[in-house]
């Protein structure tokens, strides 16, 4: 039973389309985030949202939203796809902060032509 | 001045051998010090963590955190193939901040 899952695994698309990244988490943890790894492998983080309310907000174009239905989901929305936006995006979940463990999901890997 | 800079490797080593994985940070404030192996075209999984100065073991394993020197290292004993990976350090101050990892080394264990 997949812990924190994420569709799609690949996507491929056009610059300047609209697309989007869902992700799962069954482990009944209540903070969900959003990390974008590019291709040196350096992991940055873009959002975190604890019990649907939106914590962390790193410096993020505006093109991103995140979206949060309830505590086990966690979406990404990306607007007018750019070439730098290609890369591996990463969901993970944790306990309640300050929990130091977290759990990642398989990855999207988005490439923009 | 990045949060956290990380030896960059790559880094190969035979089987056996003892690996030496090094991490500098520069915020004092940070309090949560963890490891994180990530396999080619997986997620990261949490490896190690500790949040004192000093040691901590698991298995093959040793984080080591001296944080009068802002200075984190995991070691990693009688090396196996099976440790060929990307290591990521990271780091966290309390509450609800955000992790911060560093760019990660990739490993190679050579049989």
């Known amino acids: 039973d997949t812990a924190v899952s994420q569709t799609p695994k690949y996507l491929v698309t056009q610059m300047g389309n609209d697309k989007s990244i869902k992700c799962e988490q069954n482990?009944?943890?209540?903070?969900m985030y959003w990390y974008k790894q590019d291709s040196k492998k350096f992991l940055k983080i873009m959002f975190s949202y604890n019990n649907k309310e939106l914590i962390i907000n790193e410096t993020v174009p505006n093109r991103f939203s995140p979206k949060s239905p309830d505590k086990a989901h966690l979406n990404l929305h990306i607007n007018s796809l750019e070439l730098g936006d290609s890369a591996v995006y990463f969901c993970?979940?944790?306990?309640?902060?300050?929990?130091?463990?977290?759990?990642f999901g398989p990855g999207t890997r988005l490439t923009v032509t | 001045q990045k949060e956290v800079e990380q030896d960059p490797g790559p880094l190969s080593v035979p089987e056996g051998a003892i690996v030496s994985l090094n991490c500098t940070y520069s915020?004092?404030?940070?309090?949560?010090f963890m490891w994180y192996r990530q396999y080619s075209r997986k997620g990261p999984e949490l490896l190690m963590y500790?949040?004192?100065?000093g040691n901590k073991e698991d298995g093959r394993f040793t984080a080591q955190v001296d944080k009068s020197s802002k200075y984190i290292s995991l070691f990693i004993r009688d090396s196996q193939p099976s440790d060929s990976a990307t290591y990521l350090c990271a780091i966290r101050a309390g509450g609800y901040q955000k992790v911060t990892f560093g760019t990660g080394t990739k490993l190679q264990v050579i049989p």
């Open positions: 993970a979940s944790s306990q309640e902060p300050p929990s130091y463990e977290q759990y």
């Open positions: 915020n004092s404030a940070f309090q949560y």
């Open positions: 482990l009944g943890h209540d903070t």
């Open positions: 500790t949040y004192s100065s």
